[in-house]
T-cell receptor
């Protein structure tokens, strides 16, 4: 069965500094990977996905993610953090069976200080 | 274009009761999935509906059941509620191919 690990419960960064939120995955076959963001008491908003192609994926709100097959990682990055980026971030891997089912990590809280 | 809509947004039930949650998918989407998100946890897959059939199911007991209607909308039913069923229930819709899931705002269920 597929799985996702987000090793950090919380990441703290100062506004204007670069940020990285880590994710590693385990799946048989080709990995289809996603990042979602959740603001308090809200649903999940899609940020970006890796299906195939370039290992650096660009997404919404200036976020990008780097796919590394040898390290089975898909870390989320942003060159310059904003206070408004403070939220809960989830990494997810798609079911390799072909269905659109996602398996999520436990989430990483990102706190950006002014 | 309306996204995924869920109702109700909040509800409170007591142990042993039954609850029905509703979801309308994003326009053009034919597949609906339900997830349970307990406090401080990532979403856990409950089941997925496609062509009015349950296509895939996660590790949830039979107390959790669902339905998909011809217009692709869906319901999640939970019987014999337990305190541990308190959670945010998220509905997600998708089309065919490798597109992302679109999530609704969720239904917050509290079981007392």
């Amino acid at each position: 069965a597929q799985s996702v690990a987000q090793p950090e419960d919380q990441v703290n960064v100062a506004e204007g500094n670069p940020l990285t939120v880590k994710c590693t995955y385990s799946v048989s076959g080709n990995p289809y990977l996603f990042w979602y963001v959740q603001y308090p008491n809200r649903g999940l908003q899609f940020l970006l996905k890796y299906i195939t192609g370039d290992n650096l994926v660009k997404g919404s709100y200036g976020f990008e993610a780097e796919f590394n097959k040898s390290q089975t990682s898909f870390h989320l990055k942003k060159p310059s953090a904003l206070v408004s980026d403070s939220a809960l971030y989830f990494c997810a891997v798609r079911d390799p069976s072909g269905y659109s089912t996602l398996t999520f990590g436990k989430g990483t809280m990102l706190l950006v200080s002014p | 274009d309306a996204g995924v809509t869920q109702s109700p947004t909040h509800l409170i039930k007591t142990r042993g009761q039954q609850v029905t949650l509703r979801c309308s998918p994003k326009s053009g989407h034919d597949t609906v999935s339900w997830y349970q998100q307990a406090l401080g946890q990532g979403p856990q897959f409950i089941f997925q509906y496609y062509e009015e059939e349950e296509r895939q199911r996660g590790n949830f007991p039979d107390r959790f059941s669902g339905h998909q209607f011809p217009n692709y909308s869906s319901e999640l039913n939970v019987n014999a509620l337990l305190l541990g069923d308190s959670a945010l229930y998220l509905c997600a819709s998708s089309g065919q191919g490798f597109g992302e899931l679109f999530f609704g705002e969720g239904s917050r269920l509290t079981v007392l």
